[in-house]
């Protein structure tokens, strides 16, 4: 690494333009190089607003300081999930930056900040690579203020649903044969089982897997009620009876629930709040597919670590602007 790093500073100092790129990207420096950083590499997010330039602590002979003058470096990125000692040269530094105004992140830190969802890295099929992922969703009195906005705008948006129930109803009854109400068992809170409500938007007798492109099941009507979110709207009752509340992670069924599990352990925190009608993995995927599970539990996650009231209003808004668009979900 020592050789390619000297080669990328040379080439700096005798072309100015190497990275010169459309756009405003922000240059960053990554003290050493792990799994989360890695991950972030491929991201496109991070791809699209940043450039990355490697430092190894332990073997560079090009100090810090020339790093960041040579290259107009916007942000420092730390790794310390594999080194845990720096320095104090290099720790001087890193302080000297601080007061130059450049911003210094952790990289699990800096990962959240830019995707706004938490890093899940399986290191083997029975390690994780973990940081404070245990402790997220432990001050619950929050939640006390979010129950109360649940119950005041389910309240308020009552004389509205009700109508847009009916209409669902008459439109399901009318095109398709069997109950207008699908009710099925999901898991909630603390992972307790609760039957979630919804208009029937698929046929009466199917095999009940994940609904794909185009899907022969659903129903004449189903696509439009899908697309509007209409079939959604009786999980008021839900939400009044505290089964869910209007934000939270997407309640699953118990047996995917089970396989979920299996395939990453840290799925059950999900079922630390309760699930939502939306939510911040439902905003940012809305038409995810199976495969995006881990994308969709990093986003879930995030949303556990950070909620509040403004960052539910966020998710409402985004929403709102999902439905006018017509994007399934």
């Known amino acids: 690494?020592?050789?390619?790093?000297?080669?990328?500073?040379?080439?700096?100092?005798?072309?100015?333009?190497?990275?010169?790129?459309?756009?405003?990207?922000?240059?960053?420096?990554?003290?050493?190089?792990?799994?989360?950083?890695?991950?972030?590499?491929?991201?496109?997010?991070f791809r699209k607003k940043y450039k990355a330039i490697l430092y190894d602590s332990n073997q560079s002979r090009i100090t810090l300081t020339e790093y960041l003058e040579?290259?107009?470096?916007?942000?420092?990125?730390?790794?310390?999930?594999?080194?845990?000692?720096?320095?104090?040269?290099?720790?001087?530094?890193?302080?000297?930056?601080?007061?130059?105004?450049?911003?210094?992140?952790?990289?699990?830190?800096?990962?959240?900040?830019?995707?706004?969802?938490?890093?899940?890295?399986?290191?083997?099929?029975?390690?994780?690579?973990?940081?404070?992922?245990?402790?997220?969703?432990?001050?619950?009195k929050k939640f006390n203020l979010k129950r109360f906005i649940d119950i005041l705008v389910s309240v308020i948006l009552l004389p509205i649903v009700v109508p847009l129930i009916i209409f669902g109803f008459i439109l399901v009854k009318f095109t398709s044969h069997g109950s207008v109400l699908f009710s099925q068992e999901r898991v909630g809170k603390n992972s307790k089982h609760f039957t979630i409500y919804k208009i029937r938007t698929m046929v009466s007798k199917h095999s009940g897997d994940f609904t794909t492109k185009n899907d022969l099941r659903i129903n004449g009507v189903g696509k439009f009620l899908r697309l509007t979110k209409i079939d959604e709207l009786p999980q008021l009752w839900n939400i009044l009876v505290g089964d869910m509340s209007?934000?939270?992670p997407r309640p699953e069924r118990p047996h995917f629930v089970k396989a979920s599990n299996e395939e990453n352990a840290m799925f059950d925190l999900r079922h630390l709040v309760k699930p939502g009608v939306t939510g911040w993995a439902q905003v940012n995927l809305p038409t995810a597919t199976p495969k995006d599970n881990l994308e969709k539990l990093e986003y879930d996650l995030y949303y556990i670590k950070n909620s509040s009231t403004f960052f539910d209003i966020l998710i409402i808004l985004k929403t709102i602007k999902i439905v006018f668009t017509l994007n399934s979900n």
Not at 18 to 33: A, E, Q, R
């Open 70 to 140: 040579k290259f107009s470096i916007k942000c420092i990125v730390l790794e310390t999930s594999n080194i845990t000692h720096l320095h104090k040269d290099i720790a001087n530094e890193i302080v000297a930056a601080r007061n130059k105004g450049i911003a210094v992140y952790d990289a699990h830190e800096f990962y959240e900040h830019v995707n706004r969802r938490i890093p899940l890295i399986r290191l083997k099929s029975n390690e994780y690579l973990v940081d404070d992922i245990f402790t997220i969703g432990q001050k619950q």
């Open 1 to 45: 690494m020592e050789k390619s790093l000297t080669k990328a500073f040379v080439t700096m100092k005798e072309n100015k333009q190497v990275f010169k790129m459309t756009g405003y990207v922000k240059v960053c420096l990554f003290i050493n190089v792990s799994d989360i950083s890695i991950k972030l590499f491929s991201d496109k997010k």
């Open 246 to 248: 209007l934000i939270g």
